[in-house]
């Protein structure tokens, strides 16, 4: 497949999902008006904007709903499918299933609403059933779209609650046609395009139980250094096209950071970044500051550090700012570039903070041996240079 096609695609899933949800702020006003021109021909003005105020704040908690209606429908299909729970997020709050047993943990993750992670069922990828699993989400979706408009013409003789059900159905249906529609939104596959390369794409396959195992094995208490080699082999070249094989090689480019490999891994992520068109923007953005932190620990030059650390590199670490890795690479900047030592102590601290309530804590024993390999570099350089 050739780059100009790769680009098409991606731009008519971004397109197809910008229509679609602006539709539902039309859909959103005009199912207002009514209430509203109620309250107007009672001369009450102020009435009328707290309508258009509730409207709005409708349609968030509409989106809220729905994020709920699809991580349900990936667990209970996924559930249906012999997969093992693994972890449930909504926005930043997060329930684990960990060796001690179910625990609630906080984890923000930029761009993601939230999350269902399953545990891959027993017997290996070649069987594995991935169809409901992925398309569980559009399904319970679509579901949820056809109840609400039931309620809602049910209520219809009442204009405001039957506005609010419809307007739950009409996001309930945008989420199933922008997820099950197989699309390509930016340089990630949706659900729908997933399970189709899973269903035709033994590497995708593969790809996918490996994402689930390593995230399976984290929750356990391990380390990417500790895990099975045979977890991180690199996607080969003709499969670097699909998403879900070039996620795997990040995870590759993780565990060589976490054992320390730092120029292996530092090559690594440079390849990645030369080809980043089917690399998730969130994976991008935490490469970037893996490879600042290898730049740090290595011939540290002022000039690939700015060009590393973009505008947009570091909106990208403030919006994930509570994340470890970021806070890691932070910290080595501060320690090893702009000699702030009060700074660093800062993040130190902000790191612990963050760490009390972490889902993955062999995550965070790598994060710490990572942040005292900076702070000893650092104090060696102080201690030269006195």
């Known amino acids: 497949m050739n780059p100009n096609g790769k680009r098409k695609k991606a731009g008519g899933g971004n397109f197809l999902g910008f229509i679609l949800f602006l539709l539902i702020g039309a859909c959103c006003g005009f199912l207002m008006i009514k209430p509203m021109e109620n309250a107007l021909d009672m001369g009450n003005f102020p009435l009328a904007i707290l309508f258009f105020a509730a409207a709005l704040l409708w349609m968030y908690a509409a989106f809220f709903i729905q994020i709920v209606f699809h991580e349900a429908g990936h667990l209970i299909f996924g559930l249906l499918s012999g997969y093992a729970f693994s972890s449930f997020r909504i926005g930043s709050f997060m329930w684990l299933k960990s060796p001690s047993g179910l625990s609630f943990k906080r984890l923000s993750l930029a761009g993601t609403g939230g999350q269902c992670l399953m545990a ?42 039957a506005s609010m059900l419809l307007i739950i159905a009409f996001v309930g249906l945008a989420f199933a046609l922008i997820n099950g529609v197989p699309l390509r939104m930016g340089p990630v596959d949706n659900d729908g395009r997933n399970a189709l390369s899973l269903r035709r794409s033994p590497a995708a396959r593969r790809a996918f139980w490996v994402q689930l195992r390593i995230n399976q094995l984290s929750a356990r208490g391990l380390r990417l250094r500790d895990m099975p080699g045979e977890l991180f082999s690199l996607p080969a070249e003709r499969d670097m096209g699909n998403s879900l094989c070039a996620s795997t090689a990040v995870f590759t480019a993780n565990r060589l950071m976490d054992e320390m490999k730092l120029q292996d891994a530092e090559r690594l992520m440079v390849s990645l970044l030369s080809r980043p068109g089917n690399i998730p923007g969130l994976y991008l953005g935490l490469i970037k500051c893996d490879l600042m932190y290898c730049e740090l620990m290595g011939q540290n030059r002022p000039e690939a550090l700015e060009a590393l650390n973009t505008k947009e590199q570091r909106k990208f670490m403030a919006s994930m700012k509570s ?9 080595a900047l501060a320690l090893l570039s702009q000699r702030d030592m009060a700074e660093a102590e800062k993040l130190g601290q902000q790191f612990e903070k963050t760490a009390r309530s972490y889902p993955y804590p062999a995550e965070l024993e790598g994060e710490r041996a990572l942040m005292a390999a900076a702070r000893e570099q650092a104090e060696k350089a102080a201690a030269t240079a006195g």
């Open 323 to 331: 994340h470890p890795s970021v806070i890691r690479s932070r910290y």
């Open 120 to 161: 891959p069922p027993e017997g290996g990828w070649e069987k594995m059933p991935c169809l409901l699993y992925n398309l569980g989400g559009s399904i319970t979706n679509l579901l949820s779209a056809g109840l609400f408009f039931s309620l809602y013409l049910f209520w219809r003789p009442s204009p405001l609650p």
